[in-house]
C-alpha cells in the first residue's frame, strides 16, 4: 500500500513538473507574439513615453490602414499566397515523383542522380546568391515571377526528395509489383498506390516549403525591382528604413505579415500535427 502511494506521488511530481515546463515553454512562445499586437495599438510618443510593458492608454487602430497603403500589402498579399501555393505543389509532386523513381526504380545511375539532390542541402543560399542572379538576369526572366518560382522550386527539391525517397522506401515492394503484374505502368503506380500512401511526408513537406516560401526575403529582393510582383516580407521590411523610429507602424507591418502565419497554423493545425506525427512513426 505504501509503495502505491508513493508511485502516486512519484507520477504526480513527475505530471506537475512536465505540465510546468511545458507552460513555460508555451509562455514564452505566445507572450512575443501577444507583446507586439499589443505595441501595435499604440502610437510612438505613447511606446516611447510610457512603459514598453503596459497596455495602450487609448487603443490607436491608425497604425494598420497606414501601414497597409504604405507597405502596399494587398499586392503583397497575393503575390505571396501565389508564390507560396505554386512552390509547394510544385515542390511536393516533383519530390514524390523523384522520390518514387530513386526508391524503387533501379538504374545505374540512380545512385549518382540522387547524390546530386542530397548536395543540394548542403548548398547555403548565399554562396549561390550571385551566380543565380546572373543565370536568372542571363535567362532574361529578371523581375518576373518566373524568375522567383523557379529559384524557389529549386531549392526546395532538394529536402523535398531527400524525405520523399526515404519514405517511399518503406512502402512494400510487393505493392509494385502486383501493379506491374495488372499491367499498370509507372504512372499508374504512382497515381494509385504511392500517391496516396505518401500523404504524411507530403504534408509535412508542404508545411515546410509554405512556411520558408512566405517567409523568403533575400531572392525576391534580388530578382525584382517591381513592387508589383514583391512579396510581403518586402513590404515589412520597408519600415525598417526611413520608417524605423515609427515604432506603431513598425509593429502594425509586423502584425500584417505575421496574421496570414498564424490563420493558415489555426485552418490546418490537425492536419500538421497529424501529418508530423505519421511521419515520425513511418520513418
Request: a positive charge; charged letters at 10%; hydrophobic letters at 55%.
Amino acid at each position: 500500500m505504501a509503495a502505491r502511494l508513493e508511485n502516486r506521488n512519484v507520477s504526480f511530481v513527475v505530471k506537475f513538473c512536465i505540465y510546468a515546463v511545458m507552460l513555460a515553454f508555451t509562455a514564452l512562445a505566445v507572450y512575443p507574439i501577444f507583446w507586439l499586437i499589443i505595441q501595435s495599438f499604440k502610437t510612438t510618443q505613447e511606446y516611447l513615453t510610457t512603459s514598453k510593458l503596459a497596455f495602450p492608454r487609448n487603443w490607436f487602430t491608425g497604425n494598420y490602414p497606414y501601414s497597409w497603403r504604405m507597405g502596399k500589402f494587398g499586392t503583397l498579399l497575393m503575390n505571396s499566397v501565389f508564390y507560396s501555393v505554386t512552390t509547394v505543389l510544385a515542390v511536393v509532386i516533383l519530390s514524390l515523383m523523384a522520390g518514387f523513381a530513386f526508391a524503387k526504380l533501379k538504374f545505374r545511375i540512380t545512385p549518382l542522380l540522387h547524390g546530386l539532390f542530397i548536395i543540394g542541402i548542403l548548398i547555403t543560399l548565399q554562396s549561390i546568391m550571385i551566380p543565380l542572379f546572373l543565370m536568372v538576369n542571363a535567362a532574361k526572366l529578371y523581375n518576373t515571377r518566373l524568375g522567383v518560382l523557379i529559384p524557389y522550386i529549386g531549392l526546395g527539391l532538394p529536402m523535398g526528395v531527400y524525405l520523399c525517397t526515404e519514405f517511399v522506401k518503406s512502402i512494400p515492394n510487393e505493392l509494385i509489383e502486383s501493379g506491374r503484374l495488372d499491367g499498370a505502368g509507372y504512372m499508374r503506380i504512382f497515381s494509385g498506390i504511392v500517391f496516396p500512401m505518401c500523404a504524411p511526408v507530403a504534408v509535412t513537406l508542404g508545411i515546410l516549403t509554405f512556411t520558408g516560401t512566405w517567409n523568403e526575403f533575400i531572392l525576391i529582393n534580388i530578382l525584382t525591382s517591381s513592387d508589383a510582383i514583391k512579396s510581403i516580407p518586402v513590404g515589412v521590411a520597408r519600415f525598417s528604413g526611413a520608417l524605423a523610429s515609427d515604432y506603431g507602424k513598425q509593429f502594425s507591418a509586423l502584425v500584417i505579415g505575421l496574421v496570414p502565419i498564424l490563420i493558415f497554423y489555426a485552418i490546418f493545425r490537425k492536419q500538421i500535427t497529424r501529418g508530423v506525427a505519421a511521419g515520425a512513426v513511418k520513418g
